[in-house]
């Protein structure tokens, strides 16, 4: 594998595991003197811990690091490190180590739209028959948050044709990328109240934390992504999409949100639904490669949205393989990335 020159960084990109432990430290209000002393090394290991990202050399020395936040949210309800936080940022250290990274990325290689239509995985095809069977808005997300499959109710949700030269680009097939751009019907949908997505942010949360996201920060996929969505949204003027990502990459939302609320507007209404990803589903390809494919169904909370939703069933299956005519949608298939899996 050649060496490549990095990619551009921005800043809701985390290149390493120091800069992320510095945003949660910093959100904490702690010093990096406070934390060289919880963990009883010098300041200058900590500062070079988070400027470059060199791992420490023990990694009891990491865990105290991690304990120096937990000991500080504390006195901050409204930061909590809980048990599952800690064990995600026990998870993360190992995630961080190069050979990981490498494992992560070539995990991730795996992935593509057009094993989705793979009619001899078990697996997938009852992933798809539930899909067919949801009497509410549901699609397939695999763990960098792109839209493999989902039911015609989704469209009519949002009140978009599947025709529309919109879902011929790549960000109508991500969980993200769809809320930014002002062409898109999920996002006139989103902020039609006060002109702002009021439930951005922990859908953000859930996706990163819930979703395990996390895990893969450090990989290629996950910083050309990254780099793509905070681009796009400057472009797009979004500004929520920078703002949430520095309180989720800080650990300062609440967690134990386990369904997304969502206000959607539809016709002269506001729904509100709930979003709730399911169980994730690992499907073994006939290669060698494995996609853990996530459920995630839009559902009605109250009458008025249940009454709404009774009437956008729709058994139709859209696949995003069948709308990337020329294999650019999916992270693995960008220019960016081309060269990690061909060096």
């Not at 009891?60 to 995600?88: C, H, K, M």
């Not at 879902?167 to 006060?194: C, I």
């Not at 520095?246 to 959607?264: F, K, M, N, Y």
Request: glycine share 4%; with cysteine; hydrophobic share 45%.
């Amino acid at each position: 594998m050649t060496e490549r020159a990095p990619l551009p960084e921005t800043p809701a990109i985390i290149s390493h595991l120091g800069e992320l432990l510095r945003r949660a430290r910093q959100a904490r209000g702690l010093s990096q003197a406070d934390i060289a002393r919880a963990c009883g090394v010098h300041r200058s290991t900590i500062l070079h811990f988070e400027e470059h990202g060199q791992l420490f050399r023990l990694r009891e020395t990491y865990l105290r690091y991690v304990q120096a936040l937990e000991a500080a949210s504390v006195g901050s309800p409204d930061l909590p490190i809980n048990p599952s936080r800690r064990a995600l940022l026990h998870d993360l250290f190992d995630h961080a180590q190069r050979p990981r990274i490498a494992q992560d990325e070539a995990h991730l290689a795996a992935i593509s739209f057009g094993a989705t239509r793979d009619s001899n995985a078990p697996a997938l095809c009852a992933l798809l028959d539930d899909l067919q069977r949801q009497p509410f808005p549901a699609a397939l997300f695999d763990e960098l948050g792109f839209a493999h499959a989902l039911n015609g109710a989704v469209f009519k949700l949002f009140g978009a044709n599947p025709a529309d030269p919109y879902y011929q680009t790549w960000e109508a097939w991500h969980a993200f990328a769809t809320k930014l751009p002002r062409a898109s019907p999920v996002r006139r949908s989103y902020t039609a109240f006060e002109n702002a997505d009021l439930f951005f942010t922990a859908a953000l949360y859930q996706f990163v934390e819930r979703m395990h996201a996390y895990r893969y920060l450090f990989t290629r996929q996950m910083r050309a992504l990254q780099a793509r969505l905070a681009a796009l949204a400057r472009r797009e003027r979004y500004p929520s999409y920078e703002a949430g990502w520095r309180l989720v990459s800080a650990l300062q939302v609440i967690p134990g949100i386990d369904e997304a609320l969502r206000l959607v507007r539809f016709e002269d209404d506001y729904l509100l639904l709930s979003i709730a990803p399911q169980l994730p589903c690992r499907v073994q390809l006939r290669g060698n490669g494995v996609i853990w494919y996530t459920p995630v169904i839009w559902r009605p909370q109250g009458a008025l949205s249940e009454q709404a939703l009774a009437s956008f069933q729709d058994s139709r299956l859209f696949f995003a393989a069948d709308f990337d005519r020329h294999n650019a949608f999916h992270v693995n298939a960008w220019p960016e990335l081309r060269e990690l899996w061909h060096g």
